[in-house]
């Protein structure tokens, strides 16, 4: 391995070291990547979300204030001031903490009145509440599939939508690829008990969209069921902001819509929405669910208010289509490759890891906030910098990105 140049790449091929080896190899890495200034993750924000945000250099320890192309709180809902009410009431009436798990003393009429808008605003009969969109997503799937099912995964649905499906088997389809999830389902046949196609509404790496109304029309064909993440769809994709069944007109029609609080809804926490039998069911099968404390009152309530706002001021999810259109047309302008990306994530895909490091950090040092994306997230060749919009950039943050965009990419030799 060249030490004057390691990679996250060089570090996951060491599968023979034990667990302390691997720490102080991995250890390692990162002292280099510092010492390169090339580490930029879990930079430290000294304020809440917003389009703009004071961060702590890593280096210096001086407050930057950059322009915030790294959140997924699309509609800048954790600032708005109806949710943060909506949290304060809560936290003053019921406290900081539910003080149990759901099914033994700690659920709230909160907790109820989510469940039921939820399943409302995701037009399904009933729907349950996590206090993690990973733990929603994984937790589900393990309870729900085992040795006698099948799993049938797009290749670049969520972690936690592949780490639910330890416990069953497990086949991919080509990324959004019809024929590849028809010709899986052909070779799947009837050998298992339940089939189910799992995939992601908006992904995250890539922010395209999944072909939601084929995936469903194949799915009946072969007798399978459809889950469908709708993490970074909800709020932003669909007139309503309801999310891709919405933008499909598949409302009601789509087996298991999953979900997380966590992006366009401005909370944490995370949710399954589907037939009241399956809810129930999981209320008593699904252990992330059983075996964790129920979601604070704060978060409840506020989320509440998030899912109200969506609905009723329309203007942020304009004002982030806006926003979208214009920062695409820019970065296509400038010669930039965004993949198939047709939301608010953007992959600026430049595939060598060492330019993807120095063109963060020329960017850090421009004032603007993105995220390397390497491998294992994604295959080497598709190394990437991850930019995410929201509603509330002005054209000037995003101009002033584009223009640091443009120098960093010369300088590199990407565009
Ligand atoms: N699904 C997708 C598609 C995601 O991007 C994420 C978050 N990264 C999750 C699920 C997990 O959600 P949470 O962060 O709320 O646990």
């Known amino acids: 391995m060249d030490s004057a140049n390691l990679s996250f790449s060089d570090f996951f091929n060491m599968h023979d070291l034990d667990i302390m080896e691997k720490a102080n190899k991995y250890y390692e890495l990162l002292e280099h990547l510092k010492e390169k200034q090339h580490l930029h993750y879990k930079r430290v924000a000294i304020e809440g979300s917003g389009p703009v945000r004071k961060i702590r250099d890593s280096y210096s320890g001086k407050i930057k204030e950059m322009v915030y192309l790294a959140s997924n709180d699309y509609l800048n809902l954790t600032r708005h001031p109806k949710v943060i009410e909506a949290g304060r009431i809560a936290l003053e009436k019921y406290g900081a903490g539910a003080g149990s798990v759901p099914l033994l003393g700690g659920t709230l009429d909160i907790h109820i009145e989510l469940e039921e808008r939820v399943a409302a605003f995701k037009g399904c009969e009933a729907a349950i509440i996590y206090t993690s969109?990973?733990?929603?997503?994984?937790?589900?799937l393990l309870s729900m599939l085992h040795k006698e099912d099948v799993a049938i995964l797009d290749m670049?649905?969520?972690a936690s939508i592949i780490d639910g499906c330890k416990n069953t088997n497990v086949k991919f389809f080509k990324h959004n690829d019809m024929d590849s999830l028809e010709s899986v389902l052909k070779k799947v046949k009837d050998k298992y008990r339940t089939k189910l196609i799992a995939v992601d509404g908006v992904y995250s790496m890539d922010g395209d969209i999944a072909p939601l109304d084929k995936i469903v029309e194949i799915a009946k064909k072969y007798g399978a069921y459809v889950m469908v993440d709708e993490a970074h769809a909800t709020g932003v994709i669909g007139k309503n902001g309801r999310g891709t069944p919405e933008y499909f007109n598949l409302e009601g029609k789509v087996d298991i819509v999953a979900g997380t609080f966590s992006k366009a809804v401005g909370g944490v926490g995370g949710f399954i929405a589907t037939n009241k039998e399956l809810v129930s069911l999981l209320n008593f099968y699904?252990?992330?669910y059983m075996f964790s404390t129920?979601?604070?009152?704060?978060?409840?309530?506020?989320?509440?208010?998030?899912?109200?706002?969506i609905e009723n001021e329309p203007d942020r999810r304009e004002r982030l289509w806006d926003n979208i259109r214009y920062f695409k047309k820019n970065l296509e302008n400038l010669g930039f490759s965004l993949g198939n990306s047709e939301t608010a994530i953007f992959p600026v895909i430049?595939?060598?890891?060492?330019?993807?490091?120095?063109?963060?950090r020329y960017l850090h040092d421009a004032d603007i906030y993105v995220n390397p994306v390497l491998y294992p997230a994604v295959p080497k060749r598709l190394s990437r910098i991850r930019m995410s919009l929201m509603c509330d950039h002005t054209k000037e943050h995003l101009d002033k990105a584009l223009n640091a965009l443009e120098a960093a990419g010369k300088k590199y030799g990407v565009i």
Request: charged share 15%.
């Open 133 to 140: 969109g990973f733990g929603s997503n994984s937790g589900t």
């Open 156 to 158: 670049l649905v969520h």
């Open 286 to 288: 699904s252990r992330t």
């Open 294 to 309: 129920a979601m604070t009152p704060q978060a409840t309530a506020s989320i509440t208010e998030a899912l109200n706002v």
């Open 350 to 360: 430049i595939g060598d890891e060492l330019k993807v490091r120095e063109m963060c």
